[in-house]
Every structure is written in structure tokens, then in C-alpha cells.
């Protein structure tokens, strides 16, 4: 069974320039998650989707960044402009779940790796 | 109060040993609990859920507590290639997780 897949991995941007990340998640899966993770930190959740529906964007800086997740499936993640304290690395999950004990496990992507310079 | 919390550590420990981390959470309607092995610049790994009182896995035991609301992962017999982080990883409703700091880990030759 294919993962969740990001992309790009690695982005080096200036201050004041925009980005976005992509990421596809386990077939199936209803619910997706961006976190972001800073050097010596646990992820932070920035929005969480069911389906293509918002549940918690709670922590997302809606100033400067959005996300999106057309049709229920991809999702794309904007930085618009970029701060130095956006340095860090995006992460994308997604887990089922169904209900059912167990269906609750969140998987990861690779993660890209953001630095604004 | 945070709410998830860790000891960051470092938790350096020779070969061979036991080592026990801790996680306290603070929401006591948390339904499930995951703890995730991150090695450096890589993703968060799935190790273990726990969803009752525990779980066990070869050299790997978590430990759930609601009364006291924390859990905990021991690790029997440690190798080199435990190095790493360990998140923990609280699901406080809805799906929503909340992860602490994280536990370095070295395991020592």
C-alpha cells in the first residue's frame, strides 16, 4: 500500500515570497492533517480536513497561510508572503478512520523541509 | 499547564538497559493513545497505540494511567538502533491529536 506523499521535499525561499506544499494522502483516507514542526519541537496541528471539509484550523495563521483539499483527495498548503519563523518542516498525515478501534492511527509523509532566508 | 507534556531529556543509557519514559496529558476525556519513534529529519513512525490499559510489543511495553492521566513506554534490553525520539501522542476527541516535545533517546555502545 502506497504512503502519504509530499512534495517538494526541500524549498529555500526569501522573506516576503510565497510557497505551497502538496501532499496526497493513503487511499481511502478521509482525513488529512498539515502540522508544522520546528527544530526541537512536536508537531503542531495547523488544520485538520474531513473529507473536504474544515474540522480545526484553529492554530493556522489565516493572515498568511491556507490550505485546501479539492474533491476530498490531494490537499495543498500556501505560505503567502513567507516569514523567517516559517522555517521548518511541513508535515502531512492522514488516517482513516472508520469508526472502528484502531482506525484512529495517523500516518506521515516524508515532510518538506522550508527555509526562508 | 501544557497539554501533553514530555521529558525532553536527553535520556543517554548504555546497551542492554531499561529505559522508561513518561507522558502526562491533561484532558481526562482522551480516548486514545499513540506513541510515535521519530529518528532525525525523518517523519514520526507509528510504534505503538494503546486504547485500553496497555500494550505490549517484543521489547516494547506502553502503559496507560487515567487516574493519574499519563502514560508511559518502557524499553527492555535497548539497542543501538533505539536512538531516537519518541512523541507522545494524545487523541483528546474529534480526531484531534495533540503531540508533546518529544524524549531523545541515545543508547550508548
Known amino acids: 500500500e502506497a504512503g502519504v506523499a509530499q512534495s517538494p521535499r526541500y524549498k529555500i525561499i526569501e522573506k516576503r515570497q510565497s510557497v505551497a506544499f502538496w501532499c496526497n494522502p493513503i487511499s481511502g483516507h478521509a482525513t488529512l492533517y498539515w502540522y508544522q514542526q520546528i527544530l526541537g519541537q512536536g508537531p503542531k496541528l495547523l488544520i485538520q480536513f474531513q473529507n473536504n471539509g474544515v474540522v480545526d484550523d484553529s492554530q493556522l495563521p489565516k493572515d498568511r497561510f491556507s490550505a485546501e483539499r479539492l474533491k476530498g483527495v490531494d490537499s495543498t498548503l500556501k505560505i503567502q508572503p513567507a516569514k523567517l519563523e516559517d522555517s521548518a518542516v511541513y508535515l502531512c498525515?492522514?488516517?482513516?478512520?472508520?469508526?472502528?478501534?484502531?482506525?484512529?492511527?495517523?500516518?506521515f509523509g516524508p515532510g518538506t523541509r522550508l527555509t526562508v532566508l | 499547564r501544557k497539554e501533553v507534556e514530555q521529558d525532553p531529556g536527553p535520556f543517554n543509557v548504555p546497551e542492554g538497559a531499561t529505559v522508561a519514559f513518561n507522558c502526562t496529558y491533561s484532558?481526562?476525556?482522551?480516548?486514545?493513545f499513540f506513541w510515535y519513534r521519530q529518528d532525525c529529519r525523518k517523519e514520526p513512525k507509528l510504534l505503538m497505540s494503546v486504547y485500553s490499559s496497555g500494550n505490549e510489543d517484543g521489547r516494547f511495553t506502553a502503559q496507560l494511567n487515567r487516574a493519574s492521566q499519563y502514560i508511559s513506554l518502557l524499553i527492555r534490553d535497548s539497542k543501538l538502533s533505539d536512538s531516537a525520539t519518541y512523541l507522545c501522542v494524545v487523541n483528546s476527541g474529534t480526531y484531534k491529536y495533540i503531540f508533546g516535545t518529544g524524549t531523545r533517546l541515545k543508547v550508548l555502545a
Open positions: 484532558n481526562s476525556a482522551s480516548q486514545s
Open positions: 498525515a492522514s488516517s482513516l478512520p472508520d469508526g472502528a478501534l484502531g482506525t484512529d492511527t495517523q500516518y
